[in-house]
């Protein structure tokens, strides 16, 4: 075999060689970053030789590239895109780390931030000048249990170029990333209801279950909205604290699936969304201290489409929550308070005909290419005999 061995659909599940494969730093993320034509057709044979390259099911993931963490056990799919108005294709995949499912059902705001760059660097699209401009299509709005329904949503990419080729290096620094980077401006287009079928899912701004009141909001990742303090919890634990409350927890996971049903996505007991945001007065210098299960680890920051919904519920007037953010913030603006710094994210309301209407939503990430080659995971064909 040599270094340019590529498998092919076709070999993926009698004698894989070796899979080319981009890791990238994706805001406070990383994942696998694949070419959609270099994977299996088959969303089923997909799914299973992506698990594999991972190590799941497997809580260490020792035996493949994932870190043990939802968050390192993330992957992008891009394609040259067939809508006119995108330049490519982005599918998100969530690899379950302990069960090894394969999730087509929530998007993922901070590998976006890296797809405009590997699409440059794969050839799937060209740029030129001092900035790239990449239309990113969004496969995921609107997934479902029986596939994925394209809506149109659309990202743009913006980050600098040398040459025609990305900059990595830059002065631009977020929270839960060490150093600095350069800076990629992601604007959204279309992302209210993309996954639920409305901003407000449930018809409310605010909806009670089980004696809690939540705002259920969908703008661009389902997200659950509630009170810190009617859980019982202050909202400044630490995250690992917040993971051995069995108890709290527990009633969590309860408000998670009936709000899932509420929120017209069905049972989610083996999803990962939507995802629960606990908010509680600021302690830092944001507007609004936040700790969000996804969903079962507490997430060590914020994920970008969260941080978006999560900041949308707060500037919706009544929106749960909206009476603790500090007085004084910025109207379009709310800096989040997450458990490794601050995220700032921009969304403006209006009024719209049935309801409070979303205008430009838009955050600021970084990016980087960490690794680049092919990946060999093992074959499903053969037993695997331990040393």
Avoid: W
């Avoid at 992506?50 to 190590?55: H, S």
């Avoid at 995949?93 to 929530?106: A, E, F, K, W």
């Avoid at 790239?132 to 329904?149: E, H, K, P, Q, Y």
Wanted: one cysteine or more; a negative charge; proline letters at 7%.
């Amino acid at each position: 075999m040599t270094a340019e061995t590529i498998v092919t659909p076709a070999d993926c599940e009698v004698a894989p060689q070796g899979v080319r494969c981009m890791v990238m730093r994706g805001g406070t993320s990383k994942g696998a970053y694949f070419v959609a034509n270099e994977l299996p057709k088959d969303p089923d044979e997909r799914d299973s030789l992506l698990a594999r390259i991972m190590g799941s099911p497997d809580p260490r993931q020792i035996d493949g590239i994932g870190g043990a963490h939802p968050l390192t056990s993330k992957v992008a799919v891009v394609s040259l895109s067939t809508d006119p108005g995108a330049d490519v294709d982005y599918l998100f995949l969530q690899v379950g780390v302990d069960d090894g499912l394969v999730s087509n059902r929530q998007n993922c705001g901070n590998l976006l931030a890296a797809v405009g760059q590997f699409a440059l660097e794969r050839g799937l699209t060209s740029a030129s000048g001092p900035q790239a401009r990449v239309r990113i299509r969004m496969l995921n709005a609107g997934s479902s249990d029986t596939g994925v329904t394209v809506t149109g949503s659309v990202a743009t990419a913006t980050f600098p170029l040398d040459g025609d080729g990305p900059v990595y290096e830059g002065e631009t620094a977020i929270s839960g990333v060490p150093g600095t980077a350069a800076e990629v401006r992601l604007d959204f287009e279309d992302i209210a209801g993309s996954a639920c079928g409305a901003l407000l899912p449930t018809g409310g701004i605010t909806n009670v279950i089980d004696g809690v009141e939540v705002t259920c909001v969908d703008n661009g990742m389902p997200t659950v909205v509630l009170r810190a303090t009617d859980l019982g919890i202050a909202g400044d634990e630490e995250p690992g604290t917040l993971e051995a409350n069995t108890p709290f927890r527990e009633r969590l996971e309860s408000l998670r699936l009936q709000a899932g049903e509420m929120m017209n996505l069905g049972n989610v007991s083996t999803t990962t969304v939507p995802k629960m945001t606990l908010v509680s007065l600021p302690r830092a210098d944001g507007d609004i201290c936040t700790r969000t299960f996804i969903p079962h680890r507490c997430h060590d920051a914020i994920g970008v489409l969260g941080a978006v919904s999560v900041a949308t519920a707060l500037r919706i007037p009544g929106g749960t929550g909206a009476e603790l953010l500090r007085p004084g913030a910025e109207p379009d603006l709310v800096s989040i308070e997450h458990p490794t710094g601050i995220f700032v994210a921009r969304v403006e309301i209006g009024d719209g005909h049935n309801g409070p209407a979303v205008g430009h939503a838009g955050i600021i990430r970084t990016a980087r290419k960490l690794f680049d080659g092919l990946v060999f995971p093992p074959s499903a064909a053969l037993p695997r005999t331990p040393h």
